[in-house]
């Protein structure tokens, strides 16, 4: 079963605008992770959060984790074409030994 | 560091044939996981290895999938008498977790097999 849900599924905007996407879990976690993967690819871990962290940047990433709300959100700033990809949310649960992946956002980043 | 490496990248198959899929690991990584993915959908566990051991499998691995893991290093993926159900991308990661830990840090993917039963 898949933990996280994230929203939108899919998301369209124009190059240089920003991307946000949120995801929602069920449980208590150790990290949440997010990951890129293009068309018919492997996924790539892009950002991992901890849970006693609310927020983090690396580049043009910034993510933020509300654990009493359980959710966290990815935002993506000036986008460029390259970033058109699926994303995921991840979740490691303080239970598990296993990331457990959501369904994923769909951005298309249009130049 | 070379990556993870999955063989082969397509598969197709016939109903009923068995086919078994490779992964190389990154080489000093101890854990190794199986996962299966389908279109609009995302990655969905399968299994685990730390090191040789085999220390999960989920409720989707039936009696027809098979995971061993060697020597710790390479780990081949087995299905036998394939269904059209089991047309997915089967991914393959590795991670290195220190043997006191328990959580899980980023996960290497490698390209994945896409498996299609006709």
């Known amino acids: 079963s898949q933990q996280g849900e994230e929203d939108p599924q899919a998301l369209s905007i124009q190059e240089g605008e920003n991307a946000t996407m949120n995801c929602s879990y069920k449980?208590?976690?150790?990290?949440l992770q997010w990951y890129r993967q293009n068309s018919g690819r492997g996924l790539v871990h892009l950002i991992l959060?901890?849970?006693?962290?609310r927020e983090k940047h690396s580049g043009r990433l910034r993510v933020t984790l509300d654990t009493s709300k359980k959710s966290s959100s990815l935002l993506i700033t000036a986008s460029r074409a390259a970033d058109t990809a699926s994303y995921f949310c991840a979740t490691d649960a303080w239970y598990g030994n296993k990331l457990v992946f959501g369904a994923g956002t769909i951005l298309r980043v249009k130049s | 560091d070379t990556g993870v490496s999955q063989n082969p990248r397509h598969k197709i198959t016939k109903r009923g044939q068995n086919v078994t899929f490779r992964c190389d690991p990154i080489s000093e990584h101890n854990r190794l996981y199986w996962y299966r993915q389908t279109l609009g959908q995302g990655p969905e566990f399968l299994t685990y290895f730390q090191n040789e051991a085999q220390l999960e499998k989920s409720r989707l691995l039936s009696d027809r999938f098979s995971a061993e893991r060697p020597k710790g290093s390479f780990s081949t993926l087995e299905i036998q008498r394939t269904e059209q159900g089991d047309s997915a991308m089967y991914l393959c990661?590795?991670?290195?977790?220190?043997?006191?830990?328990?959580?899980?840090?980023?996960?290497?993917f490698g390209s994945g097999t896409q498996l299609s039963v006709l």
């Open positions: 990661a590795s991670s290195l977790v220190p043997l006191a830990g328990v959580t899980n840090e980023k996960l290497f």
């Open positions: 449980t208590s976690i150790n990290n």
């Open positions: 959060i901890r849970s006693n962290e």
